[in-house]
């Protein structure tokens, strides 16, 4: 009889501890899950990704601009538009010299994977007008054709306008001699996308490190100029924009040839570093400055490539990008020029860092990646079009001068402003699934098998590598709950 009583109060004390714990569980998961409810069932509380949506705030250092009006605009105006304008028959081809050998070193670079090279297309792809010469007489034998159209100059002169015709003359700011046709090659952009190619090692890091180290060296707080500050911010904001677009297009799996988001990636080259984030804002600015700050001249451009209907239609983009009024009125002048070169140093300082950018831009010469070195080259000469938009021209003020680019300047100018376009989006889009990618990492293989540690460690926000590796052993609650009902 003592045995049975006996029986019958442990199964009720092992009733009231179930109803306990059960208890306690409802009250964890509906903890668990307040978040999701407030999310999915219209709380008027803000969510924790709204929070996060404009996490940087403020001015762009060094520009006109607040990130948060920078991000609508790029979403709301400029990213579509540029996203439209690049693929038209007059932006989709750059002329560009892709065999130069290394001034500074033997190159050794090596791509394991085809994405590395560019690839040839036939000659009677590219406009008809695009193999006009300028001011000489050039063989279409001499216009060699790599994927892409060659891009001679519509010469045609509009006296009363500021686009007197496209010119071939060397950009002060960059290094290529744009004269020599002969050993120029014409690039279809839309074929060659940036993204990963493989190209990864020495030969890479010795690229960067040479740009930082020798031509772009990051100074002291407080103990370098403006100027030398600015070029840093720009050659770091396009390092930024360039392993943007690496992460945002990885090979993920190369056996079976899938391409995707690497966040990880995107997250340890970037996000994690705000200033990082910072730079890219400020060269996108930069770039689109000397864009509208060009507006009358490149708006009386002639994009001719032969085709009536798809030239008006890129003249009308370059009219709605340069013209917007959401822009003009949010953003007018998205970086202010005129307050650098006003020292006494000035024109010394200016003619310093342009040998410094020329050194820059040589240096895309020792890539050892075929299309990182179509890549590079473009952007760097976007940025050195940029430069002598706002700056000079054969280190001169532009002030009594009248502004002449060449098609290929611009072509890479636009280029550009769109690729940090993209960045911008990039990251403002999925810059916070990439931090909680890598800090959202909380529990450990043993927890993943165990749905209850799983509630109790989305509440007490336990860390990766905190909770205990064996699954008999990682899992508190469920050996409490084993305890109770009697589970093996």
């Known amino acids: ?79 579509p538009i540029l996203q439209e304008l ?35 297309c036939p000659e009677n792809e590219f406009p008809e007008t695009f193999k006009k010469p300028f001011n000489h007489v ?21 006296d009363t306008k500021a686009f007197k015709g496209w010119v071939e003359v060397d950009n002060p700011w960059t290094n290529d001699d744009e004269t020599d046709n002969a050993e120029m090659t014409y690039v279809n952009l839309q074929l060659n996308p940036e993204r990963y190619t493989g190209y990864t090692g020495p030969s890479a890091r010795r690229i960067w490190d040479a740009i930082y180290t020798e031509n772009c060296p990051k100074y002291p707080s407080g103990e370098f100029c403006q100027e030398k ?54 060269t996108f ?14 708006e009386q451009a002639e994009y001719d490539t032969g085709n009536p209907d798809d030239d008006l239609k890129t003249q ?31 024109p010394e300082l200016k003619q310093q860092i342009q040998k410094q950018f020329r050194n820059i831009s040589a240096l895309m010469d020792c890539v050892g ?3 990182c070195r179509l890549w590079g080259k473009l952007q760097v000469h976007g940025l050195g079009t940029a430069l002598k938009i706002l700056f000079s021209i054969d280190g001169q003020d532009l002030l009594g001068q009248s502004l002449q680019l060449q098609r290929n300047e611009v072509i890479a100018l636009m280029n550009l402003l769109n690729r940090l376009s993209e960045s911008l989006k990039v990251v403002h889009e999925m810059g916070t ?42 899992c508190p609650l469920q050996r409490m709950w084993a305890s109770i009902v009697g589970s093996r």
């Open 1 to 79: 009889m003592a045995v049975v009583k006996s029986e019958i109060a442990e199964k009720s004390h092992r009733r009231r501890w179930v109803w306990v714990v059960g208890a306690l569980l409802v009250v964890l998961l509906a903890m668990a899950m307040k978040p999701m409810i407030s999310h999915f069932g219209g709380s008027n509380k803000p969510c924790h990704c709204g929070k996060d949506a404009h996490k940087y705030s403020g001015m762009v250092e060094d520009c006109c601009c607040d990130y948060v009006t920078v991000d609508h605009l790029n979403e709301e105006v400029l990213h």
């Open 86 to 120: 690049v693929t038209t028959p007059f932006f989709r081809y750059f002329k560009a010299k892709l065999w130069c050998d290394c001034p500074f070193w033997l190159d050794d670079g090596m791509c394991h994977l085809r994405d590395c090279s560019v690839c040839e």
């Open 138 to 158: 050039l063989s279409s034998e001499d216009l060699i054709c790599q994927e892409g159209k060659p891009q001679a100059a519509v010469d045609r002169t509009l």
């Open 229 to 282: 500050k600015i070029l840093y911010k720009l050659i770091s904001g396009l390092h930024s924009s360039i392993s943007v677009h690496i992460a945002a297009d990885y090979l993920l799996n190369e056996a079976t040839s899938t391409w995707g988001q690497n966040l990880t990636l995107l997250y340890d080259r970037v996000i994690k570093y705000p200033d990082r984030v910072g730079n890219l804002y400020f």
């Open 285 to 298: 600015l930069f770039v689109l400055r000397a864009a509208t700050k060009a507006a009358d001249y490149l």
């Open 316 to 346: 009308s983009l370059m009219r709605q990008l340069l013209y917007n009024p959401k822009l003009q009125a949010a953003c007018p002048i998205p970086f202010d020029e005129a307050k650098l070169w006003k020292g006494e140093n000035g």
């Open 369 to 371: 990646c075929e299309k």
């Open 433 to 474: 699934s990439a931090e909680m990618t890598i800090k959202g990492q909380i529990s450990a293989p043993a927890a993943q098998s165990c749905p209850l540690q799983r509630i109790w460690a989305s509440i007490v926000g336990t860390k990766e590598g905190q909770s205990s590796a064996p699954t008999s052993q990682g």
